[in-house]
């Protein structure tokens, strides 16, 4: 979102740990399992090694939306195949305010996808959701930045001032 915040959390680092990674991709496979949809969408860039890995691990296919239409080739935004009509399910690394998805399901519904659901590793909680659900958009969590505070902080890893330095942040900066 651009906003200067007290954590940042780099979930492109999963690409190195493909044990974590293939953890990660089961568990939404879980999430995907009550879903219905023709094909995983993946937001770029972060979002695609991720998709990758939950395509593999669910068998089902898998397009990925362009930041920008490249001057020469085939010019698409949306990479792969598709048909017009199927329902693709978004998936990314995490969600602040939303803007990145919207910015990954215009090309998806302009070239002819459905998207109801969207799926992230983690709810930052700082309106995301909330403006997903105003576009009729539901959104599927692994989990929410205040259960990950509370788990890291139950083990030892944070220190309670640090979850209570975020989890204030967080209350401050809703969108």
């Keep these: 979102s651009g906003v200067k915040s007290p954590v940042y959390i780099d979930l492109r680092l999963l690409a190195s740990h493909p044990g974590v990674q293939r953890e990660v991709a089961k568990r939404i496979a879980l999430i995907l399992n009550d879903i219905e949809f023709d094909r995983i969408a993946a937001v770029p860039y972060a979002a695609i090694p991720i ?7 669910m ?5 990925y939306t362009r930041k ?10 949306v990479e792969g195949e598709f048909k017009e009509g199927e329902t693709a399910v978004l998936l990314d690394d995490l969600v602040t305010t939303a803007k990145s998805k919207f910015e990954a399901i215009g090309p998806l519904k302009a070239a002819g996808l459905n998207v109801r659901d969207v799926v992230v590793l983690i709810d930052r909680e700082q309106g995301g959701r909330e403006e997903l659900e105003k576009a009729g958009l539901k959104l599927h969590a692994l989990i929410t930045l205040s259960g990950m505070l509370r ?3 139950a083990a030892g890893k944070i220190s309670a001032e640090q979850e209570k330095t975020v989890l204030e942040f967080v209350r401050r900066n809703r969108a």
Aim: proline share 4%.
């Design 68 to 77: 920008e239409a490249k001057d020469y080739g085939t010019k698409k935004m």
């Design 151 to 153: 788990k890291l902080a």
């Design 51 to 57: 998709a990758t890995a939950v395509s593999l691990e």
């Design 59 to 63: 068998s089902r296919p898998m397009v």
